[in-house]
């Protein structure tokens, strides 16, 4: 069934899935006045046979741009993934997906999440504004076409990819030069960069880290097409801020699928806020500045960035105003976000390490400018922080930007501060160390970062991490201050701390009716202590947590270096009912020795090894550990379509920004999880 548009030219096919008769009168005509043809299937058979039939690119009708299904023409949620999966191939057109499904309907949602949906929108929505959903994801809001930039010294190849992307209705423009890159994002203004990785000059993940520099392509999707076969070079081009990595040669419905695919993504974060999430002062969340810290310290904690916090007392009016000041003034090359009752942070960047300093210094003095008039915005302090000071966390980046800010509004005067601290290296040579009193002081925090459940109800599950508020004010992460108590013989002490305070979080929840599994760490150094499995069962018994009994972290690296004393230590767990868990497993020989001897229920993969593995050597990882009868947990998942790989390779949980950044409560909100 087609419903076309006499008075638009359509500029693509939706296929759609649905027996909810209403539902197709009314979305048909909305969908050919905003320029797409609808095919409707009422079963799914009938559109696997669709889906069969390969697009010709020599054919002139309209391309098939996006697969929306109704799942509630589906007899079961999980028949969605067979659907979808069956022609996932190079040969079938892999369209990017939208689900329709009830609003409240949680196991519809992680269906869809799971398949690889960029959303799953309820089907109760108005049929003007669900056609406006939908079209939103597949092509600009003005009705234009997307812009794909090609980058490649191979003039051949170059046009062979613009040929088959402007068949499937993109505006493609080439660069052979890549030198000339940058002139050309300013130009053209793409949606999407297709980029070689090998060119003469500059190869591909080099230019692909000076365009994630600027602050503007930071959300810019950038695919890789090469005949690279090397798995580390391909981890390279995406550790850097590469989105997918394409092997040459590729099919062009492959090409066209890729491409779509990553648009879609692209403009659903658009449409839903993710870059602006405050209408008003044009403020992200605080999850998504964490989300961007993260990814520039995985590629190398670049030195001429940094992070400026305003400190400002005052109500969520005033807040308003310094937001959308700060928003106003950096402007589309940096980032702000809201991240406290009385904070406000931007990330930006400069040509060298003084060009950075200088454009804080004017940033402030701008937003001081902005505000002057405002009798309501009292004296702010203002501090900033550079990137390659983080100690490898957000959190702790924060909190140093955070404390210097305090200072500043403590003195008063207006000045703006910048952290400067000592190297770790000569603290721990100080004669009296500050962090080993801290951490023989106890003075930690407790933070909880949730656990999804890919292939199950959602069970509500926490892993607790310790961080160390130094005397100075910063909160420093276990990365920072865990080797120094190693090497101080105070490893037993953060154990100590982190299973009592653990235990009673545990105690806590239970009381209040709302019982989760917490999964804590602790070191074989402390677990050496022949009191250690004494003092836990009687630190449980204690709190009458005996059917609450948390998950304990092993390290798969320490528990290989004390391969007998782990076993020994997992045997007396299993006997006191307490489930264990292996960390940070790779694909080598010391995982597979420790795997094979230890009695693990959970096992969460180290992060290269989660994200790097190609797909077919992760799901055979997978497979091995669930014939061990465990558990498969990954982390540093960013988005929807990294959920969407590691579900069919089997992995089990996940956590990481795109779910919740650490937080200091367990309060995620597990039955309201959004797919996509």
Known sequence: ??????????????????????????????????????DVHGEPDLLRRRLAAAVDPDLPEPPLVLLLVDLRALADSAELASLVGDHDGDEGPCLPLVCLGQE????????????????????????AALAARVASLVALPDGGPERVL?????????????????????IVERVHDPLEVLAALERFAPNLVLMDLHMPGVNGIEL???????????????????????????????????DDFLAKPVSPQRLVASVRERLVRSRHRLVRGFASEHAVTGLAGREHLFTRLDRLLRAGS?????????????????????????????????LAARVGEHGVAALLSGGDERAVAIRVEALAQGVHQDLAADAAVVDRGVGW???????????????????????????????????????????????????????????????????????????????????????????????????????????????????????????????????????????LAGAADP???????????????????????????????HLDLAVSRAGQLDRLGIRLCLNGLTGGERGERVLERLPAAFVRLARETAHGLPGAQLEALVGRIHERQALVIATGVEGPDTIARLFRAGVDLIQGTYVQPPAESMEFDFAALEAG
């Not at 001429?304 to 090359?333: C, I, K």
């Not at 009381?511 to 989760?516: D, I, L, S, T, Y």
């Open 1 to 38: 069934m087609n419903h076309p548009n006499p008075t638009r030219p359509a500029r693509g096919t939706i296929l759609l899935l649905s027996r909810d008769t209403a539902l197709i009168a009314a979305l048909g005509p909305h969908l050919s006045t905003l320029g797409f043809l609808i």
């Open 104 to 127: 409240d309907d949680l196991q519809q949602r992680l269906a869809a999440m799971r398949a690889g949906a960029a959303v799953c929108l309820s089907a109760i929505l108005e049929p």
């Open 150 to 170: 090609v980058v490649d010294d191979q003039p051949v190849a170059a046009l062979f990819a613009a040929r088959v992307l402007e068949h499937a209705g993109l």
């Open 208 to 242: 692909t880290g000076v365009i994630r520099g600027q602050e503007r392509y930071a959300d810019l999707p950038i695919l890789f097409l090469s005949g690279e076969l090397d798995p580390g070079r391909q981890l390279d081009a995406l550790r850097i801020g590469g």
């Open 302 to 334: 670049p030195a001429h960035w940094a992070l400026l916090y305003f400190e400002q007392p005052g109500n969520e009016a005033v807040m308003t105003r310094l937001g959308a000041a700060v928003s106003a003034r950096l402007g589309e090359d940096g």
């Open 385 to 523: 922080c550079p990137v390659a000071l983080s100690g490898g966390e957000a959190i702790t980046l924060l909190s140093r930007a955070r404390k210097v800010a305090r200072l500043s509004l403590h003195r008063g005067q207006g000045r703006v501060e910048c952290y400067a601290s000592a190297p770790i290296a000569q603290v721990a040579a100080a004669q009296r160390n500050p962090l080993l009193d801290a951490v023989a002081a106890g003075r930690f925090q407790l933070l909880f970062q949730p656990m999804v459940p890919l292939r199950s109800a959602p069970t509500e599950r926490y892993e607790a991490t310790l961080r160390l508020n130094a005397p100075d004010g910063e909160l420093l992460g276990p990365s920072v201050f865990a080797p120094l108590a190693l090497r101080a013989g105070q490893a037993a002490t953060l154990d100590r701390w982190l299973l009592c305070s653990g235990l009673d979080a545990l105690y806590v929840r239970r009381e209040a009716g709302r019982p989760v599994e917490l999964f804590l760490h602790q070191s």
């Open 531 to 561: 009191t250690w499995v004494d003092g836990l069962r009687d630190a449980i018994s204690a709190r009458d947590l005996i059917a609450f009994r948390p998950i304990i972290q092993f390290q798969v690296a320490d528990a290989d270096r």
